[in-house]
């Protein structure tokens, strides 16, 4: 009887023991915490603003202080003569500089409605003092010779002279004159105030005049085409308006020993003032006496131009250059970090592709003279900064993309590479009683790829990390 009791006592135990377990259990799996939600923090969009940077220069060197008018803000050059303007919008915007005792310059930059955000252009000025005027007596006897005399051109050197890594891209290759024959004035039919007591003061300036217009629009591939403005040499004649009884004649000196241009290549234009643009005359460029000669009837802006071709290549974004890189891993953190500053260099403005002066040896064959090569690669050095609106070289900006907050249990990764095209140049010449074609490259950079990403993951998920939005 005592063995059944103590078997009931027994089997009493052992079912309030489970009972126990149970009720532990249920009460366990009843308070596990749930998985915290990830904090959420909205983060802002990237400001859109677009960069106008340009310089102003000198007889090849940076020129501080000038005031710089994009459209309707002002700056001023620094002491190296770069101005910098944010704008917020796409449109044309007209930049212009007109310091006292200088010849006034502008263009237009257009930021074009399919311009990436963080887009730059860069635009450059060459400014060139105003030459002093020479009296020219209306009852001169003999022809009157008026040379260029400005300040800015009194020691420009000889082209061949001139080394193809020491040239000055923003100079004149060579100075322009006007000969004026006897009576080829007449005060009959001039403006009021042009001819005073018999005669006419007369200036000639030769400068590099600024692109037309300098864009941001990205285009596909621009095949060869012809490409306008870029002058052999370009002058300015006062007063203008001067109007002459038969044409008179500018010329210039072959810049380049040893090469001519085709006669078809070459062009007079002529800087229309009631519009503003350049235009093309019907008169003839020929060449004598290895002098390049136009006429003319009346005073204005004058350029001899040769043809240039341009092929401009497909945007290409380039991996192994990073502008900028930041990352922060938040996977296994609920709360949101804020307030992350991702910045990136800019890089702008553009440079050679090769050696110039090989791609001329190249071009035109054994035996050409280091003359033939320095003066060439000084046209063509300076061709390429009238298409590229720009002197070469490039610069480096710190600029910020984005302030950033990354969510709780999100992964930020964020990198910056850098865009360019190549733009190619290419001209005809006769060499040896042949014609050579000799082409050049400049790589372009065009703005910045913008990479950010964020990946949020699931907590829950088996080893902390999975699925993401």
Known sequence: MKSVKWLY?????????????????????????????????????????????????????????VKVKVGDKDCTTDSEGKFSVTESNT??????????????????????????????????????????????????????????????????????EVKPEEVVEDRPLAKVEIEIPVGAIEEAGQKPGIVDNGKVDISVTTFVP???????????????????????A?????????????????SIPNPIPGITFP????????????????????????LENDDYKAPVTHFS???????????????????????????RDNSENPKAVTGIVLKYTEKAGWDYVGDIAQAIKNALGTGVTDATVNAMAAYLKTRMYSLMGSTSGITTTERTYNTVNVNGYTEMNYACYAKTRTTTLTTKVIYDGQQKTISISAKRYTGADQQYKTVTYNPTHSGGKGGSI
Request: charge should be negative; aromatic fraction near 6%.
């Open 9 to 65: 006592v027994t089997a009493l135990a052992i079912a309030l023991g489970m009972l126990s377990f149970g009720t532990v259990a249920c009460h366990d799996d009843d308070d596990d915490p749930k998985p915290e939600e990830g904090e959420v923090v909205e983060t802002p969009k990237p400001v859109v603003e677009y960069y106008i940077m340009g310089t102003v220069t000198s007889k090849g060197t940076g020129k501080s202080g």
């Open 91 to 160: 449109g044309t915007y007209e930049v212009s500089v007109a310091p006292a005792g200088y010849l006034s310059q502008k263009t237009s930059v257009k930021i074009a409605d399919n311009a990436e955000n963080r887009s730059v252009v860069t635009v450059a000025f060459a400014l060139t003092e105003e030459s002093p005027k020479e009296v020219v007596k209306l009852d001169a006897t003999e022809k009157t010779t008026v040379e260029d005399k400005s300040e800015s051109n009194v020691d420009l050197p000889k082209p061949e």
């Open 210 to 232: 600024a692109p037309k217009e300098v864009v941001t629009e990205v285009k596909p591939t621009e095949e060869i085409k012809t490409v306008e403005n870029i002058p052999l």
């Open 234 to 250: 370009a002058a300015h004649f006062e007063p203008t308006g001067l109007k002459f009884k038969e044409a008179v004649t500018i």
């Open 263 to 286: 006669n078809e290549s070459m062009r007079l234009t002529y800087l229309n003032p009631e519009t503003g643009e350049w235009e093309k005359q019907t008169a003839d460029v020929t």
């Open 301 to 327: 802006a004058y350029a001899i131009e040769n043809e240039i071709n341009s092929t401009v290549s497909k945007e290409v974004v380039l991996k192994d250059e990073v502008l900028g890189q930041a990352s």
